[in-house]
């Protein structure tokens, strides 16, 4: 894209264009692993995330295509919540996304006054990677939280290249660092370039359990005898139990924590 497509960018929420609500799904889709569509949080809460007002916390970045058309080139998703002990970071949830997502979404339907924002995700097309659409749409959720009058913006963060490296542990490996002392994972790394800092790691942040035929779909693997398998794009093992014909993926992610302005923290 050229420097005056980029000049041309936009920037909405959801409920300003309900028409683009599709966008979010399709943009995912192109780029996350597949399995990840089964993760029971998503089957239950993310499609509420595009109703009532949790809209307004979703956004999508708009430009131009190649013939002048409008086209969505990233997208962020973030949901408010109730952190009842917001001044101690240990009190963030082991089961991470899903719990945060469930807390939101369930907090929102019952008017529960929320005093945090998450973010749940920033997809940028990959055909604009290594824009600053990334940057943008994450210093928006920090003035978006702010402006909201939140105290706080957190994010179960996904390190993208975790699963480059499957026998590391990822304890070890959210540890690694670049010769400047900058965290060794890309996305990590984004988000400290950012201000955010890591708080704690949630073992159980995504959790998925699904038929080994499923699995199948979804991986292209076969599995023959019971134990672990790594599955492309996979942040832990896939645990597969023949008997049970169950396979069991549980994601780990770490928790950051950004500041925000005039917040205090």
Known sequence: MTKEAFNEIALVCAEERPDLIPAFDELGAAVRPK?????AAIASHWDSLFSGALRRHQFLVLGPDG??????????????????????ETTLPDDGWDAVLARGVEGAASGQRPNALCALAVV??????GSDLAERLIENMKKHAADAGLDALVAPVRPTRKSAYPLASFADYIGWTTPDGA???????KHW???ARPVKIAPRSMRVSASLEQWTVWTGLRFPVSGPYHVEGGLAPLMADREADIGLYEEPNIWMRHRLEGAGR
């Open 183 to 189: 965290p060794f994972d890309p996305w990590m790394r």
């Open 193 to 195: 370039q950012l201000g």
């Open 67 to 88: 013939h002048g058309a409008e086209r969505v080139l990233a997208t962020s998703n973030s949901v408010p919540f109730h952190w009842p002990d917001i001044d101690d």
């Open 35 to 39: 399995f990840i569509g089964g993760d």
């Open 124 to 129: 940028v097309t990959p055909k604009v990677r």
